[in-house]
Structure formats: C-alpha cells, structure tokens
C-alpha cells in the first residue's frame, strides 16, 4: 500500500472541501436541515470517489495495454457507490418538519470512499481524508453553532394551552406578546374544554425560540407550553 500522498490528489480534495465549504455555510444561515458539515462530507466523498476512479487505478493501465484482455477495474468502486447509497438513505428519517441523521448518512457515504481508496491502495489519500472528515465533525461544530447564534433564523413549533375562558382575541394577544420573532398559527384543536394552538416561532438570530416565548408562558390566559421536541440533524 502507498502510504504516499500525490500532491495533485490533495489539492482536489481539499478544493472539494472548500466548495463545499461555502455552499454549506449558506444552507446553515438559511436553517436548511443540510448545513455545514453534511455538505463538506458529501463533498469530500464525492472527491475522494472522483479521485478513486481518475488515479486509483493506475497501476492496472499497463497490464491491460500489454494484452487483449479488458479489464474493468472500476465497476466495484461503481457498485460501492450505489450500495453506500441506499444505505445512507436507510438512517434518514423525518419527524414532523424535522429531519433527521443527514449528516451521519453523509459520513456513511464519504467513509466508504475513505475505505475504497485503502483497499486499491491509495494509503495516503484515505488517511488525508479521514483526518479532513473527523476534523469535519469534530472542529466544525464550533464555527457551525456560532452561525447559528449569529446568522440564522431557528424556527420551532410550540403548542400553547389556554386557560378557560379564553377566546380569539386572548389568541392573538398571545401572539403579539412573542418579541424577537415571527408567530404564525399551525393548528387549533380543543381538549377538556381548553383551545390548544400550535404556533411556529421563527426566531431572530441571536435569539432562542425558548427565550423568545418566555412572556407568552407568564400570561394569565395561558395555562400551558410545550415545545415539540425534536431538531434537524445537520
């Protein structure tokens, strides 16, 4: 195995990262359930599988020259594409408006090109990029939450109980009382003779949803909130 890495090898795959970089980053400030770190992924797997089919094979380019017989050396890595796929697509959920586990399938997708590109011997292009995708996961947390703090508009879905008595306009004074935030009306069912609404709270960046609903839940024409639980994996 070459433990080498070709220096044209790591320039693409660190370009990929990059692109991928800054196509994640807008996803992250626009709050789309693929942000930063499952596009980097998806980029550097689709990098290292590009980069697996171009100069992975190389070494097979000169037997098949010296004889009749034709060899294709690729249709593994092919099927292993595919195969990873479906694979991925099985640890996808989605709850609601939530989706869950996009980048672990990304990973999943981008770890089977780490694992190609050992087994054709490409040593050195595979631990360069493991280290770039643990560092994707790991490092990236950071820059990744303070966008979210910063740039990013978070949209949770809080279901309200109003106490007895209360009618539309308690409704929309309720509404009204959310600073910092967009309120729209989801859905209004009755239970125990009490209206129960679900609300979308779009929250200003650099304000939490939880933070923002705080004056709705001291009013006295509200018995109860609750948020419904779950967030996007991305």
């Not at 692109?19 to 400030?29: H, N, P, T």
């Not at 479906?86 to 586990?101: C, E, Q, S, T």
């Not at 939880?210 to 609750?226: G, T």
Request: proline share 3%; with cysteine.
């Amino acid at each position: 195995m070459d433990l080498g890495l070709p220096s044209e090898m790591a320039v693409r795959v660190a370009l990929a990262v990059a692109l991928g970089a800054v196509i994640g980053l807008q996803r992250e400030i626009d709050d789309q359930p693929a942000g930063l770190r499952t596009h980097l992924a998806v980029s550097l797997g689709a990098a290292l599988f590009g980069v697996i089919s171009t100069l992975g094979f190389s070494e097979f380019e000169q037997p098949q020259s010296e004889t009749n017989v034709r060899i294709d050396v690729t249709r593994v890595a092919s099927q292993v594409v595919v195969g990873i796929g479906f694979l991925g697509a099985g640890v996808i959920f989605r709850r609601g408006a939530d989706v869950k586990n996009l980048t672990t399938a990304a990973t999943l997708w981008a770890t089977a090109a780490v694992g190609l590109a050992a087994g054709v011997g490409d040593g050195g292009v595979a631990v360069f990029s493991a280290v770039l995708l643990v560092f994707v996961l790991a490092v990236l947390r950071i820059p990744r939450d303070w966008v979210r703090r910063h740039f990013t508009r978070t949209k949770r879905v809080v279901v309200v109980r109003m106490a007895a008595g209360a009618d539309d306009s308690s409704l929309e004074a309720v509404m009204a009382s959310v600073a910092d935030a967009r309120v729209g009306l989801v859905g209004t069912e009755k239970h125990d003779g009490r209206m129960v609404h679900r609300l979308e709270i779009d929250a200003d960046p650099g304000c939490t949803p939880r933070a923002c609903v705080v004056p709705m839940a001291h009013r006295d024409d509200v018995e109860d909130v609750r948020f419904v639980e779950g967030d996007a994996d991305s």
